[in-house]
């Protein structure tokens, strides 16, 4: 036996002793398998899985102690998840932070507890309940001493209970067990009492040893590059990169130690893990070989250890580090791997040649299924990559975003996609306001192809709202399809329990007991597709809580939180401390200040459309934007040195200037010019004054003649018409008299018409009606009438009828009565009449006109005296007699009418006649008339004509003479202003020129040196005024804000309204009312207060206070109301709400 007694255990199964590696089980990794759930076992895990699973299944409790990322956590869940009977043990996980209180301990236990009976609580039948904490020690310690939580859990293991909150009865626990883990004290975590430390069997668990790490990582390494398939060339670098990564992890720690300023500079295994992580996302083996590898592992360590690093210094000692430690485990030379880096050929590899260093999957669209990771070598074509999902974002968007996606930008676009492609990968972007955290986070989203969510803070978003939008993330991530991103900024913190809840879920992927059970039992179901396609059929058998773990994976996988954070002031250090699963399970990117070439890049984008005279005056002033930013840098360095006071230098003062620059130099230049424009016009006006009074004297002489000679061929006109006038009224009043006569004539033939026509109208329809009847007499009709032998008396009345009309003779017939005798009857021709094909066209075609009056007195007297000579009497006999009665009697009607009409007719022709003589007489005196009239009309015309053109000339004559007045008066009146506003127009002309570079450092003072006193301003426009010279950029000798910006009128009235006429405060007024931003006013004096106070105070002026219980209310409705709001006594923070 070599050893001692502890690298042994005693198996009983066998009766045996083994050293802890023989106990080991055979380890495969599965393929497929993902890394995060990859679990090597070592002689460590294996010792402390026998240790934990003998205790807890005899009731002893137990407490593991060691550093961050050693893995007790994980050894202890798998112990008590997979390792133990899960039908006999139940696992009730929870994770404690330095704000978890006793109250939330509490209820997250009871919420996983079952009533068993009354006063009683439990696991479910047959099962013990393992309670584990994790992080036991990091609870704060509160005012006298104790640490509540921790007070708690030695309640429950001396006591066995403690008291019901809701029932206020004490409660027992049974059946359960206590373990817990924790991290030595230090750092954020503190000392537990003793009186709790004595229930628990102490474990602690050593870091592993490099041996360990290095077979855990070359076997994980080993086992990737082997199932897929890569070079052998490949697979013999497993070694050497888990060496290299090693070397790099411990040279982190010891070199890169925390401070103050630097308490993210805090490095665990997980960071080790992520190196190696990042290096098996290849998934192209082709065209992968040793330089691309190589290459792969300083942008994986880069991003891991480099990317938090915040001075020049540390990034010096980290690049020093890269080259050694590639030279010493590759065998190649640093600068020639990454030589194509060298895009100035300097022949060296320097921090800003690593920056060119990009490995993404972004260049293959988000749709696509497989996006390999791969290098990008083409900085051109990852910025049009970059911008085209830039363009692509803002089409789709509400909230659009303007960026200019300069190399800093994309740099950490590509870091934070690493940081998503990665599962459960999360990300702490720390940097100053403004420098883009947020909008390159929401770009790297929608590169990705993920949900978005951000929470909006309102008057009363609390902890209720707060958990509401928790629920929506985790079911988001959990039972959707999308992966999600909740991107979440310190300035949202409403209060700590928000971090709190963060911390949670990073560290468990839950926030515990945020679900109740009707909810739980909604997701359990959703999530059962998902079960069942990675587990198949299994997935039907699965438990409520099997399926509940299952949604918890999910969404440690598939949820990404990008928290952006600011590292100023304590408040970043502070939750740090207290909640170190901001650093322990997130990618840290640190934001450093705009490089120059980015600085450059943004003045270059948003100065483009500015006109400026050539390209090497924009040039300068892009390079003077950008020495500005870093002036402001080294006098805040400077005036927190002499004074002791901190000012901070941002992005946001960057874009700032050169806002206010494209602002102010457009308006002023406006103005300038319009005042230049007045002057110059004035000019214009007394020089044509001066021109026109000669001009004026020579065309009121010209006018004279011509005004005489107009006004005698109007007198001459106006004779001619006089003459004129008698003879067209004479014949005017003649051809009226005749008109008059005609007119009468006319009238009275117009009388004769009517009573013609009216006499007509009334024979006329009657003609008609019996034309119409004798078409609907058809020939069946007529032979039916034809065929009689013994004829209706009706019908035999009208046909004798018809036959007189026609001048048909009666037959001789013998007398039925006697034959003796012989009778004239009508009914044998009125047979043969009927008979004739003709017979009603004869009818139709019948002279009416001229009918014998014979005839007439026939049908009078003889026919239609009798009773049955009607049309009803005819239609009830036959339908032909009935047509044949109608048209009888309509020729006698017509026959009436015409005889009375005849007369009239004959009159009416004869009137008509004598008329139409009578019109033409008169027609032809008309024309004469007309001929008159036309002529004296043509005269009128010529006279008007000729009048007006006089008045014209009058007026005009006039006008001359008002002109020449009023010329004389304003050259004699202005000649003395001429020369002063030509002295003006040239000023104003100068001052125009002189504006570009006067608006600069105008814009300069306002963007950057508002927090500085006026020593340090002058010191610095000073600066700023030589250097504008030095570039030739056109600029006065003596630039200030008053005379640049100023208006006099304005500031007297400030001065009035109470502020100090001082230069400095006037400065200040200008910044207050030109800048974009709410102004911040350092005022220990008051001035600022009461100026305010007393120009505002006509416009409502709403003074609030941060103490105050409705500033909010007050806030929102000056907003919607357009009135101006003061808001006092602001210190180091601001309400979220306010942001």
């Known amino acids: 036996l070599r050893g001692t007694i502890f690298d042994y255990v005693y198996v009983p199964t066998d009766g045996k002793w083994h050293t802890w590696v023989d106990i080991l089980p055979a380890h495969e990794i599965a393929a497929g398998a993902e890394f995060a759930n990859i679990l090597v076992p070592t002689m460590y895990t294996s010792q402390m899985e026998h240790m934990i699973k003998m205790l807890l299944e005899h009731n002893f409790p137990v407490l593991i102690c060691g ?12 112990t008590i998840t997979k390792e133990m009977d899960q039908a006999k043990y139940k696992p009730l996980c929870l994770g404690f932070s330095a704000k978890t209180s006793a109250n939330m301990t509490q209820d997250i236990i009871d919420g996983k507890l079952d009533k068993r009976r009354k006063g009683v609580y439990g696991p479910p039948m047959g099962q013990k309940a393992i309670i584990f904490v994790d992080d036991l020690n990091m609870p704060e310690v509160e005012t006298y001493g104790a640490q509540p939580p921790i007070e708690l859990i030695r309640q429950l293991i001396d006591n066995g209970g403690w008291y019901n909150l809701k029932e206020k009865t004490w409660q027992t626990n049974i059946d359960t067990t206590v373990m817990a883990a924790m991290g030595p004290p230090g750092g954020g975590r503190n000392q537990i009492t003793p ?35 890569f070079s052998s060339e490949v697979q013999k670098m497993a070694g050497p990169l888990v060496t290299a990564t090693l070397e790099t992890y411990r040279g982190a720690m010891a070199s890169l130690l925390p401070t103050p300023l630097k308490s993210h500079y805090t490095f665990n295994l997980r960071d080790f893990s992520r190196v190696i992580q990042g290096m098996l996302m290849v ?27 915040v001075d020049e210094s540390d990034r010096e000692w980290f690049l020093e580090h890269l080259q050694t430690t590639v030279i010493k485990n590759f065998n190649v030379k640093f600068y020639d791997t990454l030589a194509h880096l060298d895009h100035n050929d300097e022949k060296k590899i320097t921090v800003d040649t690593l920056r060119k260093l990009f490995f993404a999957d972004f260049m293959t669209p988000s749709e696509e299924e497989n996006r390999p990771y791969g290098e990008i070598m083409d900085l051109k074509e990852i910025s049009e990559k970059v911008d085209e999902y830039l363009k692509d974002f803002n089409g789709q968007s509400r909230k659009p975003m303007n960026l200019v996606m300069f190399t800093y930008a994309i740099e950490h676009v590509s ?42 803070i309102a008057k009363n978003y609390g902890q209720n709202e707060w958990r509401e939008d928790l629920k929506l993330v985790l079911t988001g991530a959990g039972t959707g399809s999308e992966q999600m991103v909740f991107l979440f900024s310190d300035t949202q913190i409403k209060n700590e329990g928000f971090v709190e809840d963060i911390n949670n879920i990073l560290n468990s992927g839950e926030v515990p007991n945020i679900f109740p059970n009707d909810e739980k039992v909604a997701i359990t179901e959703s999530v059962r597709p998902f079960a069942r396609e990675e587990f198949g059929k299994i997935a039907a058998d699965m438990t409520a809580m099997e399926l509940y773990a299952y949604f918890i994976s999910r969404v440690k996988k598939r949820l990404h939180i990008i928290l952006a954070f600011s590292p100023i002031g304590s408040a970043f250090r502070d939750r740090i401390r207290k909640f170190p699963s901001l650093v322990n399970c997130c990618a840290i990117n640190w934001f450093t200040p705009w490089p120059e070439d980015a600085l450059l890049a943004v003045a270059g984008r948003f100065l483009g459309d500015v006109k400026l005279d050539t390209p090497e005056l924009r040039h300068s002033i892009e390079t003077m934007c950008q020495m500005f930013h870093v002036d402001v840098k080294n006098l805040a360095e400077t005036f927190e040195k002499e004074l002791g006071r901190t000012t901070y230098v941002t992005p946001t003062s960057y874009l700032e200037l050169i806002i206010a620059l494209k602002l102010s130099l457009e308006k002023k230049r406006v103005e300038i010019m319009t005042a230049k424009k007045r002057y110059e016009t004035g000019l214009e006006k007394l020089a044509f004054a001066e021109a026109s009074v000669n001009t004026m004297k020579k065309e009121l002489i010209d006018l004279q003649p011509v005004l005489e000679k107009a006004q005698e061929d109007t007198a001459a006109l106006m004779v001619v018409i006089q003459e004129k006038l008698p003879i067209v009224e004479e014949k005017r009043g003649v051809v009226g008299a005749d008109a008059a006569v005609a007119q009468g004539e006319a009238d009275k033939v117009n009388a004769e018409k009517s009573s013609v026509e009216a006499d007509l ?28 032998k013994k004829p209706p008396a009706t019908v035999k009345l009208i046909c004798e009828g018809v036959c007189v009309m026609l001048g048909e003779k009666p037959a001789r017939v013998p007398d039925p009565d006697d034959p003796s005798r012989r009778i004239m009857d009508y009914w044998p021709p009125s047979q043969k009449m009927l008979a004739d094909p003709e017979f009603i066209a004869r009818l139709k075609g019948y002279d009416k006109d001229n009918m014998q009056p014979k005839i007439v007195e026939t049908i009078k007297d003889k026919y239609m005296t009798q009773e049955n000579f009607n049309v009803k009497a005819a239609e009830k ?44 007489a008169l027609a032809e005196k008309q024309g004469e008339l007309k001929e008159v009239e036309d002529e004296f ?12 053109k006089a008045e014209q000339l009058v007026a005009d004559v006039d006008l001359c003479e008002k002109k020449l007045v009023r010329a004389t008066q304003l050259i004699d009146g202005l000649g003395g202003e001429k020369g002063r506003w030509t002295v003006f127009a040239a000023e104003l002309g100068e001052k125009y020129n002189l504006l570009t570079g006067d608006v600069l450092v105008s814009a300069g003072v306002m963007a950057y040196l508002g927090p500085f006193t006026a020593k340090y301003r002058q010191m610095q426009i000073d600066s700023w005024v030589k250097a504008c010279q030095e570039k030739q950029i056109p600029c006065s000798e003596k630039i200030s804000l008053t005379g640049t910006l100023g208006e006099p009128v304005r500031i007297r009235q400030w001065n009035i309204d109470g502020l100090p006429t001082d230069g400095f405060s006037v400065d200040n007024g200008i910044i207050v009312f030109n800048a974009r931003r709410w102004p911040l006013m350092i005022d220990p004096q008051g001035q600022a207060n009461k100026w305010i106070r007393t120009m505002e105070k006509s416009e409502n002026l709403a003074i609030i206070k941060l103490s105050d219980s409705d500033y909010l209310r007050t806030l929102e409705n000056s907003v919607q109301f357009g009135r101006p709001v003061m808001l006092e006594n602001v210190g180091e923070e601001l309400d979220p709400s306010l942001e």
């Open 195 to 229: 009186r709790l430390m004595r229930h628990f069997n102490l474990m602690c668990f050593c870091e592993f040893d490099n041996t360990t790490l290095e077979r855990i990582f070359t076997a994980i390494t080993n086992w990737y590059y082997t199932t897929n398939n």
């Open 877 to 920: 006999a036959s339908g032909a007699a009935a047509g044949m009665c109608k048209w009888v009697l309509a020729m006698i009607t017509y026959d009436r009418v015409a005889k009375i009409v005849a007369p009239k007719k004959a009159a009416l022709a004869i009137a008509s006649e004598k008329l139409a003589v009578t019109m033409a």
């Open 937 to 948: 009309n043509a005269l009128q015309d010529q006279y008007n004509a000729a009048t007006a």
């Open 67 to 78: 550093d961050t990322g050693t893995g007790k956590s994980v050894c202890a869940n798998m």
């Open 283 to 309: 998934t192209t083996p082709d065209d992968f070989g040793k330089p691309e590898t190589v290459r792969l592992w300083i942008h994986e360590a880069q991003r891991v250890f480099g990317d938090r690093l």
């Open 761 to 788: 109208a009334e024979a006329i329809p009657a003609m008609e009606a019996a034309i119409k009847a004798l078409d609907t007499i058809k020939p069946a009709d007529i032979n039916e009438v034809k065929g009689f």
């Open 415 to 456: 870091r934070i996609s690493r940081v998503l492609k990665m599962p459960g990968g999360n990300g702490l972007l720390v940097g100053v306001g403004g420098s883009g955290r947020q909008s390159v986070a929401i770009l790297a989203t929608y590169m990705a192809g993920y949900k978005l969510f951000q929470i909006e």
